[in-house]
Structures are given as C-alpha cells and as structure tokens.
C-alpha cells in the first residue's frame, strides 16, 4: 500500500522538535527552513526554466572564472535573500560570489548565530538538458566572540555543526545531516511541504558504484589509474555530472566518488569550503569518509573562501581502498 505524504512527518514539524530551542541546535530550524523553502522557489524556477526563457548564460563570468548561468545567479540572489530573512545567519559563503555577504546589524543581534557556505546551483552544466542538478550548504555557529570578516569563515570542515543538500531530480530530496544523524525529505511539488521519506541513512553494505570522469584518464597522476582500475572490478561506473546528484546516489545504494588532481587540474577541480566540506560531513555522519588522497579533508585548514581540493568521498571501505592504492604508488 503506498503512503500518502501527510503520513511522513514534515520538515518543518522535524525541524521544531529536534532543534528548535536546544542548546547545541537552537536556531538551525530557521536555517533549514529557509533552505527548504528557496529549495521550493528554485525547483519550479528549474523544471520551467526551458518554457521561461530563463536557461542560457547571463555573459557574465564567476569568481571560478566560470560562464555565469542566469539560474546560478537567480538560486544564489534566492538563498542569500531567504537567509537574510530568517533572521539566524550572520553571513554567507558562495561559489558564485567573490567576498562573504555579510547581514547588516547581524553584529548587534545575538539571533544571527548560524554562518553558511553554499553552492547555491551544482551541475550548471546539466542544467538546460532536463538532468539533475542540485545545492549544496555547509552549516557553522558563529564565534561569538569575534566580529565577522571574510577570514570567520576559513574554518575546518569538522567544526561544522550541520550540512544540508538538494537534488533536484526525478524528485526533489533535501537531506539533512547533523551529529550523528542524517535524513532525507522528499517535496511535495503541490505545495512545497518536505516529508520525511528516509530516516537515520547510513551508508549500505555493498557498493556496487564508482563515479569519475573516465576522460580524465590521460591526467591522473599517483596511482588513480590503478586505484580507478580496482573500483571497476565487480562494479559499474555511474557518472552524472552533478556532484550532488552522484553524491546522493552513492549514499543511498552505495559506492564512492573520486574527481582528484590530475596535470590539469593540479588542486582537483571541487571546492573545499562549499563542496567537499558539506558533503564531507554529510558523508562521515553517515559512518561513510571523505578525503584528499592523503588526509582527511575535514581536517584541512583553508587558506581561501573558493580553494579547489582533490576529492574522494563515500564509502568508508572504498576511500581508504584508493588512498592505499596512492600512498603505495
Ligand atoms: P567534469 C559541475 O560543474 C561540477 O562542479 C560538479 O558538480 C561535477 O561533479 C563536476 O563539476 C563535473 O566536472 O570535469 O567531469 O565535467
């Protein structure tokens, strides 16, 4: 018999029980639900972007030096706007903009606790051929004894207290992972509500998937050719092209996903603050691993807002595989 959403329990309900005055969490439920409901605003702009004209590049160029797509910039003015009104974010972090906004008066009010770093629209290159794309938000408490600067926010990933993501696919799932926890929500497109559709996720026994970019072969270099070659034995390689959207996959049925450096890309290609250190967490908190190559990335002291890191991050069994195979090359 198939259950019908009201029979899950809603995020905003989830969210009021677990966080909503705690003394670890106090205020995380106005940060998720202010994710949750640009999340909301962004998937309808996504699924009608082809009929509304609002695919395409704006010919603007990003901080990455990348070609801004109008939809990276709308998701990035939408969450920036819906943190600014919960009232609990102090500042944001993103891909899409070069210095940390940071909320005016956030300084005077002791409510603004919470900074975030996003990737507001992760995929871009997906996102005008109907595949899944998706966001990506790194959660910390801010020091309050210190003023904000640009420099808050080059912290170590494992002083993050939360991490949150979207895929927006088939469905659109926003997963939630605090300590120890980790949970996804499923949207109902009618009316924009998340219910809970799979709770306490960890990592499965088996792994029956790899993701890299097998063009990126020619480049390897310390062991991922070998390291790569002993993931395709028994497994099939799944490649989207979204990180978000591959990461999720892996967590749910299994598997690893690697995106290191090569010749080319010498510092890997993905960002620490906003890609590797969100996802990372979610990734530990669900008994999985998140590295380097050589260290645990979560531990890695950031020197700027946009640095690139190798990336290795899933089953905890496979990462340490290909951090063996590279440490003996
Ligand atoms: P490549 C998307 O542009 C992205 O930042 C990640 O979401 C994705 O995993 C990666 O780049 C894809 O890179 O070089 O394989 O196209």
Redesign the pocket.
């Known amino acids: 018999m198939t259950s019908s959403s009201s029979s899950h329990i809603t995020l905003t309900k989830f969210c009021e029980t677990q966080y909503k005055g705690s003394d670890t969490y106090d205020g995380l439920e106005a940060v998720i639900n202010a994710i949750a409901s640009g999340a909301y605003e962004l998937e309808s702009q996504i699924r009608n972007g082809n009929l509304l004209g609002m695919l395409g590049s704006t010919g603007d160029i990003n901080i990455q030096g990348e070609i801004v797509q109008q939809l990276d910039s709308i998701s990035s003015d939408t969450f920036v706007r819906k943190f600014q009104d919960s009232m609990h974010v102090a500042m944001v972090g993103c891909e899409e903009i070069e210095h940390p906004v940071l909320f005016e008066n956030s300084d005077q009010s002791d409510q603004h606790d919470y900074i975030v770093l996003m990737d507001p629209l ?4 997906n996102i005008d051929v109907a595949v899944s794309i998706g966001s990506i938000f790194g959660i910390w408490k801010r020091q309050n004894s210190k003023t904000l600067s640009p420099e808050s926010l080059l912290r170590p990933g494992a002083e993050q207290i939360g991490a949150v993501y979207v895929v927006y696919g088939s469905c659109t799932v926003l997963v939630v992972a605090t300590q120890d926890k980790v949970n996804e929500f499923t949207m109902n497109p009618a009316n924009g509500e998340f219910h809970l559709t799979s709770a306490d996720i960890s990592y499965p026994n088996k792994t029956p998937y790899y993701s890299v ?1 097998d063009g ?1 072969t020619a480049r390897w270099i310390n062991g991922i050719v070998q390291a790569v070659d002993e993931l395709r034995d028994g497994r099939s390689q799944r490649y989207i ?4 959207a ?1 990461f999720h996959r892996n967590l749910i049925k299994g598997g690893v996903f690697l ?1 290191t450096a090569d010749t080319k890309n010498t510092d890997g ?2 960002r620490l603050m906003y ?1 590797a250190n969100p996802l990372g967490y979610v990734s530990v908190q669900a008994g999985g691993a998140v590295s380097d190559g050589m260290n645990n990335i979560l531990e890695i002291q950031p020197v700027e807002l946009h640095q690139r890191v190798p990336l290795i991050i899933g089953d905890k069994g496979l990462v340490n595989q290909v951090i063996k195979t590279i440490k003996s090359s």
């Open positions: 992760d995929g871009s290159s970019n990126n092209g979204s990180l978000v591959d995106y290609r993905l890609e």
